[in-house]
T-cell receptor, first 116, second 112 residues
């Protein structure tokens, strides 16, 4: 089984709808992240959480919100979806490891969201 | 703040040829450097990382990268590529605060 899972894998929705993307992990990591990927723009950080009570905005948080329901679950919501939120969304986890140096990120398979 | 520039958006090469994917970065603080690979319809996977020590880092699938502090570069190399190396490659920097910044990606296409 995959260590980081995302649901749904694909979603088509209409402008103005509320959408929730879910991420679960079995790696036991405290740190979780949401990114969006757009062609030619790499990955941009939306929100990140270093533990259940710690939520931080990334570089493009406007129009998004998150919920860290448990160590293993981190959900991303689009309160009122708009077409320019059409993108590929990735969840990731990491573990700072000894001395906080290792911190490799492990990515889920992605959710392809289309807003019409 | 930090930034990452991947100098080539597309790199086409023939099978068994060597390849170099270039990455430059800027940062006001010390960073750790990573290369990730994304195969079609998949998430990103770690290829290699530089944390400290030897500036030549070896990763999976025969890839290696060299950290050059004076030139603020972390170029990825492979001496002989395979068709299966066709993918998108991302360079990333990470600070002690735990935030990553990714480059825009380089699409490597290996032709027979």
């Amino acid at each position: 089984d995959a260590d980081v899972t995302q649901t749904p894998r694909n979603r088509i929705t209409k402008t103005g709808k509320r959408i929730m993307l879910e991420c679960s992990q079995t790696k036991g990591h405290d740190r979780m992240y949401w990114y969006r990927q757009d062609p030619g723009l790499g990955l941009r950080l939306i929100y990140y959480s270093f533990d259940v009570k710690d939520i931080n905005k990334g570089e493009i948080s406007d129009g998004y919100s998150v919920s860290r329901q448990a160590q293993a679950k981190f959900s991303l919501s689009l309160e009122s979806a708009i077409p320019n939120q059409t993108a590929l969304y990735f969840c990731a986890t990491s573990d700072p490891g000894t001395g906080g140096l290792t911190d490799t990120q492990y990515f889920g398979p992605g959710t392809r969201l289309t807003v019409l | 703040a930090q930034s990452v520039t991947q100098l080539d958006s597309q790199v086409p090469v023939f099978e068994e040829a060597p390849v170099e994917l270039r990455c430059n970065y800027s940062s006001s603080v010390s960073v750790y450097l990573f290369w990730y690979v994304q195969y079609p319809n998949q998430g990103l996977q770690l290829l290699l990382k530089y944390l400290s020590g030897s500036t030549l880092v070896k990763g999976i699938n025969g890839f290696e990268a060299e950290f050059n502090k004076s030139q603020t570069s972390f170029h990825l190399r492979k001496p002989s590529v395979h068709i299966s190396d066709t993918a998108e490659y991302f360079c990333a920097v990470r600070t002690n605060a735990g935030k990553s910044t990714f480059g825009d990606g380089t699409t490597l296409t290996v032709k027979p």
